[in-house]
């Protein structure tokens, strides 16, 4: 079974930029397609971007299209989120996760925090 941790979160003020990490162990990582959601105070999680397998196809939120970009490394077994012009109401938990045909799996997450 995979196991995933996220890291990158922090402070950042408005306009910034953050680069989150998802490292993952136990488990094929090719064979997953990986995400990354998050959830804000109060809210809902809501899905932020995903890429395939191969890194080949991404999709994104409509909230975040042209300012995060995920990208993942199979060779490190880890997946990455670029998140820049960040605004305050990205301020949330950032999650990552990884789906293959046995499941759904996912990590602690990271708080990501942005001042105005």
């Known amino acids: 079974q995979v196991q995933l941790v996220e890291s990158g979160g922090g402070l950042v003020q408005a306009g910034g930029s953050l680069r989150l990490s998802c490292a993952t162990s136990g488990g094929t990582f090719s064979t997953y397609a990986m995400g990354w959601f998050r959830r804000a105070p109060g809210k809902k999680r809501e899905f932020v971007a995903a890429?395939?397998?191969?890194?080949?196809?991404?999709h994104y939120a409509d909230s975040v299209k042209g300012r995060f970009t995920i990208s993942r490394d199979n060779a490190k077994n880890t997946v990455y989120l670029q998140m820049n012009s960040l605004k305050p109401e990205d301020t949330a938990v950032y999650y990552c996760?990884?789906?293959?045909?046995?499941?759904?799996?996912w990590g602690p997450g990271t708080q990501v925090t942005v001042s105005s």
């Open positions: 890429v395939n397998w191969s890194g080949g196809s991404t």
């Open positions: 996760n990884a789906v293959n045909v046995f499941g759904t799996y």
